[in-house]
C-alpha cells in the first residue's frame, strides 16, 4: 500500500459546480499537507498549506484535514475552465527542509466543462 | 523573475546515447531535487542535493548520475538511455526554512 493514494480521474464537472479532490494517506506521522496545482505540460505549483487538522480557506478553495480518518480534501467553489488542471497532494512529517520528505499523491486530472 | 530553469524542454534519444538535463536556479536556495513524472506513478524522487557539494539518491536513482556543480546549478545525466527512461523530468528547490517546492517547466524525454 501506498503512503499517499489519490484517485487519478479525470474527474469532469460543469463550470460553476463545487469540486472535491482528496487524499488518504497511511503514515499517522504526516502533519503538513499541501495541494500542488499543475497546469498541462508544466511544473506543479504550490496552491494551498495546511498544519494539522482543520479547515483553511483562500479565495474559491478551502483545504481540509481530517486527521483521524488520514484523509485531506480540497474544494473548488464556483468552479471555472481555468481550474482544469491536475491537483497532487502532497504531506511530510515536519516542517520546514523544503521538499525533503516530501510525499506526493499520484494526482487528480480535473476538467471543467464550459 | 525566472525561478528554476529547465533545458532542454524536449529531446529524443535513442537508445545506449548519454544526455545531461541542466537546471538552474535564481532564488538562492540551498536545495535542489530531481523528479520524474510517469502515468500512473505521480512524481517520484531520483536525487537531490541538500547543498552545494552533496547529493543523496531519492527514490528511483537508477540509470543516472548528478552533479551539484554550484548552488545555483544542478544537472541530471543519463549516461546509457533506455527505453523505460521516457518520461518527464522535473527539477525543483526549496529554502530549508520553508516546506514549499518550487518547480521549473520540466524537461520532455523520449527514449526510441
Known amino acids: 500500500q501506498k503512503e499517499v493514494e489519490q484517485d ?3 474527474l469532469s464537472v460543469p463550470e460553476g459546480a463545487i469540486v472535491s479532490l482528496n487524499c488518504t494517506y497511511s503514515n499517522s506521522a504526516f502533519q503538513y499537507f499541501m495541494w500542488y496545482r499543475q497546469y498541462s505540460r508544466k511544473g506543479p505549483e504550490l496552491l494551498m498549506y495546511t498544519y494539522s487538522s482543520g479547515n483553511k480557506e483562500d479565495g474559491r478553495f478551502t483545504a481540509q484535514v481530517d486527521k483521524s480518518s488520514k484523509y485531506i480534501s480540497l474544494f473548488i467553489r464556483d468552479s471555472q475552465p481555468s481550474d482544469s488542471a491536475t491537483y497532487l497532494c502532497a504531506m511530510k512529517t515536519w516542517a520546514g527542509g523544503g521538499a525533503d520528505g516530501l510525499t506526493f499523491g499520484k494526482g487528480t486530472h480535473l476538467i471543467i466543462q464550459p | 523573475n525566472a525561478g528554476v530553469t529547465q533545458t532542454p524542454k524536449f529531446q529524443v534519444l535513442k537508445t545506449g546515447q548519454s544526455m545531461t538535463l541542466q537546471c538552474a536556479q535564481d532564488m538562492n536556495h540551498n536545495s535542489m ?27 528511483v536513482p537508477n540509470g543516472y548520475n548528478v552533479s551539484r556543480l554550484n548552488k545555483r546549478e544542478f544537472s541530471l545525466r543519463l549516461e546509457s538511455a533506455a527505453p523505460s527512461q521516457t518520461s518527464v523530468y522535473f527539477c525543483a528547490s526549496s529554502d530549508p526554512g520553508y516546506t514549499e517546492a518550487f518547480f521549473g517547466q520540466g524537461t520532455r524525454l523520449t527514449v526510441v
Open chain 2, 33 to 59: 531535487y530531481w523528479y520524474r513524472q510517469d502515468p500512473g506513478m505521480g512524481l517520484r524522487l531520483i536525487y537531490y542535493s541538500a547543498s552545494e557539494g552533496t547529493t543523496d539518491k531519492g527514490e
Open chain 1, 8 to 10: 487519478p480521474g479525470p
